[in-house]
């Protein structure tokens, strides 16, 4: 199973929004997709799951979306504590699940 | 307050063996699958396998099928990853997560792997 592509880097000013993305084989991105933050030193932390819903606590400037094999994941209104790796991950069938490449953000 | 605490950074050489665990506390353990991640050093996660407490039903990434083996045991609440033959490739943090429904929504502090000879 390839990991699912994401770009290596974004980055924005604090304030601005970035949206970045996360593709696959039809059979991999469906609609359980969810996104994960990894701050260095620390524990992922769910951000989003089911393509677009957000767990309590999670600032709502973070957003999902899904086409077709493609989800993405925005923050608008950046601010420095979300400078950080960003991985998506998508349940891929047979129990198997598949995490994307990573991207870091840099605000 | 869920809870996967997992056991201290290990240093090992190739070729020997190596358990790690991660205990849950805070949920009903048996009810939810948990998963073992890797981060290997620079690189980004990779799922590795999953296990269900309740009747230990386990199932591996094709690629690292064989190579490592997942375990559970439900009367402690514990998790765990072994190796029988270590490698230095296997040098990494690893985590545990809890599978909530189609996502993993609670982890683990990590457990770092360092294997040199």
């Known amino acids: 199973q390839s990991a699912l592509t994401q770009p290596r880097s974004v980055s924005g000013s604090p304030g601005q929004s970035v949206t970045f993305s996360c593709t696959g084989s039809s059979s991999d991105v469906g609609v359980f997709v969810s996104w994960y933050q990894l701050h260095p030193g620390k524990a992922p932390k769910l951000m989003i799951y089911e393509v677009n819903k957000r767990p309590s606590g999670v600032p709502d400037r973070f957003s999902g979306s899904k086409s077709g094999n493609t989800a993405s994941l925005t923050i608008s209104g950046l601010q420095a504590e979300d400078e950080a790796d960003y991985y998506c991950c998508s349940y891929a069938g047979r129990y198997i699940y598949v995490f994307g490449s990573g991207t870091q953000v840099t605000v | 307050e869920v809870q996967l605490v997992q056991s201290g950074a290990e240093v090992r050489k190739p070729g020997e063996s190596l358990m790690i665990s991660c205990k849950g506390s805070g949920y009903t353990f048996a009810g939810y699958w948990i998963a073992w991640v890797r981060q290997m050093p620079g690189k980004g996660l990779e799922w590795m396998g999953i296990?269900?407490?309740?009747?230990?039903?386990?199932r591996y990434s094709p690629s690292l099928q064989g190579h490592v083996t997942i375990s559970v045991d439900k009367s402690t609440s514990t998790a765990y990853l072994q190796w029988s033959s270590l490698k230095a490739s296997d040098t990494a943090m690893y985590y545990c997560?809890?599978?909530?429904?189609?996502?993993?929504?609670?982890w683990g502090q990590g457990t770092l792997v360092t294997v040199s000879s």
């Open positions: 997560a809890r599978q909530g429904t189609w996502n993993y929504d609670s």
């Open positions: 296990i269900y407490p309740g009747d230990s039903d386990t």
